[in-house]
């Protein structure tokens, strides 16, 4: 099985292996070699990222990484950078340029306008435009990648910027503009209806109430697809690629790789692979609760947490099928006012508020 996964991962990643090495080496030596060369991409792909980190930081003083609120994104030349906050509704645009003339401002402003245009183009990990109808004219219309310079026309006139002056970490003086702007006051009810079909699919496929997905997704990201955590997590359901990630890839696939976050990017892929993974509990950990709500209940919970703490939250240890009798001894609304009085964390306790709350939201969809 290790063998295959590596073979699918080469693959997937573009690596392409002589086929006389595979004819001349045993087999213990060809697999090592795998090994060593998916390693070595690994490791590459790394260096590659902290190189990247300290040549924004070097004009920049910092680098400033995206979570599940906030998409953060840098101009191919890293003098332009922009903050989606998918949360709050609020986009900050800020451009630095080198400061040498009275034509700064204006050099400033121009590269704010192409920040703009770059939010919202497809040049993204999902390939699409994120902010697609969240953002309007003065009149209403949606701005698209079509009218994005009557947006800018519109805009930046109107929008008080904030000016500052700084020396980087490379020694050069730099003036950083900053602007903020608003997105639609529907924005999120916006990408919840881009995101619906996916669930209401895989709903059906998984036999998983399509309001339980919505609502998850809208609290572990806010339908934020370049959403990430620290964990690291990634994607709409915030998919761990060494424990969620893996489990479905185990059970759906046959393979023990851990999925790529720009697969996970990818907002049909997340869904699926979030959907699965509740499904798998409902099958194996919390097989044998008896009532749905209550099945509900700790499958939401475990997903913020982990199965093992929401069993200690029962009886005060680990051990699922413990805890899964004593479940069964209760009713739902005794065992949810028990999870909040017990679970181990306030953020699972209000994870587990959160989604009950949005799923009644989305029930009338």
């Given at each position: 099985?290790?063998?295959?996964?590596?073979?699918?991962?080469?693959?997937?990643?573009?690596?392409?292996?002589?086929?006389?090495?595979?004819?001349?080496?045993?087999?213990?030596?060809?697999?090592?070699?795998?090994?060593?060369?998916?390693?070595?991409?690994?490791?590459?792909?790394?260096?590659?990222?902290?190189?990247?980190?300290?040549?924004?930081?070097?004009?920049?003083?910092?680098?400033?990484?995206?979570?599940?609120?906030?998409?953060?994104?840098?101009?191919?030349?890293?003098?332009?950078?922009?903050?989606?906050?998918?949360?709050?509704?609020?986009?900050?645009?800020?451009?630095?340029?080198?400061?040498?003339?009275?034509?700064?401002?204006?050099?400033?402003?121009?590269?704010?306008?192409?920040?703009?245009?770059?939010?919202?183009?497809?040049?993204?990990?999902?390939?699409?435009?994120?902010?697609?109808?969240?953002?309007?004219?003065?009149?209403?219309?949606?701005?698209?990648?079509?009218?994005?310079?009557?947006?800018?026309?519109?805009?930046?006139?109107?929008?008080?910027?904030?000016?500052?002056?700084?020396?980087?970490?490379?020694?050069?003086?730099?003036?950083?503009?900053?602007?903020?702007?608003?997105?639609?006051?529907?924005?999120?009810?916006?990408?919840?209806?881009?995101?619906?079909?996916?669930?209401?699919?895989?709903s059906v496929m998984y036999?998983?109430?399509?309001?339980?997905?919505?609502?998850?997704?809208?609290?572990?990201?806010?339908?934020?697809?370049?959403?990430?955590?620290?964990?690291?997590?990634?994607?709409?359901?915030?998919?761990?690629?060494?424990?969620?990630?893996?489990?479905?890839?185990?059970?759906?696939?046959?393979?023990?790789?851990?999925?790529?976050?720009?697969?996970?990017?990818?907002?049909?892929?997340?869904?699926?692979?979030?959907?699965?993974?509740?499904?798998?509990?409902?099958?194996?950990?919390?097989?044998?609760?008896?009532?749905?709500?209550?099945?509900?209940?700790?499958?939401?919970?475990?997903?913020?947490?982990?199965?093992?703490?929401?069993?200690?939250?029962?009886?005060?240890?680990?051990?699922?099928?413990?805890a899964v009798e004593a479940?069964?001894?209760?009713?739902?609304?005794?065992?949810?006012?028990?999870?909040?009085?017990?679970?181990?964390?306030?953020?699972?306790?209000?994870?587990?508020?959160?989604?009950?709350?949005?799923?009644?939201?989305?029930?009338?969809?």
């Open positions: 099985m290790r063998l295959k996964a590596l073979l699918m991962a080469f693959i997937i990643l573009g690596i392409v292996i002589p086929s006389s090495s595979t004819v001349s080496q045993p087999f213990e030596d060809y697999l090592k070699d795998q090994e060593r060369l998916l390693n070595q991409f690994v490791e590459d792909d790394e260096r590659a990222f902290e190189k990247y980190k300290a040549d924004v930081e070097k004009k920049w003083n910092e680098y400033i990484s995206s979570t599940p609120e906030e998409w953060v994104s840098y101009a191919d030349d890293l003098e332009g950078m922009s903050r989606v906050n998918f949360e709050d509704g609020i986009i900050i645009i800020e451009a630095i340029v080198e400061t040498h003339s009275p034509g700064d401002m204006n050099e400033a402003k121009a590269k704010v306008a192409k920040q703009i245009e770059n939010l919202l183009s497809d040049d993204n990990a999902t390939g699409s435009n994120l902010l697609a109808g969240q953002l309007r004219l003065v009149d209403g219309t949606p701005v698209t990648p079509d009218n994005v310079n009557r947006y800018t026309g519109e805009v930046l006139p109107e929008t008080k910027e904030t000016v500052s002056h700084y020396e980087g970490k490379d020694g050069v003086g730099r003036m950083k503009v900053q602007l903020e702007i608003l997105m639609a006051p529907d924005h999120i009810r916006q990408r919840a209806r881009e995101y619906l079909p996916m669930a209401q699919e895989h036999n998983i109430d399509v309001s339980l997905i919505m609502a998850m997704i809208e609290t572990e990201s806010t339908f934020n697809p370049m959403a990430k955590s620290s964990a690291p997590a990634y994607g709409l359901m915030q998919i761990v690629p060494r424990y969620a990630g893996l489990e479905v890839n185990r059970r759906l696939f046959n393979s023990d790789e851990k999925p790529k976050p720009s697969f996970l990017y990818q907002p049909d892929n997340n869904i699926h692979f979030g959907t699965a993974y509740l499904s798998s509990m409902r099958a194996r950990q919390f097989r044998n609760i008896m009532d749905e709500q209550s099945a509900m209940y700790m499958m939401i919970a475990a997903y913020n947490t982990g199965p093992s703490n929401v069993a200690r939250a029962i009886l005060g240890r680990t051990g699922i099928n413990d479940v069964n001894k209760m009713t739902p609304a005794t065992l949810y006012d028990h999870l909040i009085e017990n679970l181990p964390s306030q953020e699972t306790r209000d994870y587990l508020v959160k989604v009950t709350t949005r799923m009644m939201h989305y029930e009338q969809w």
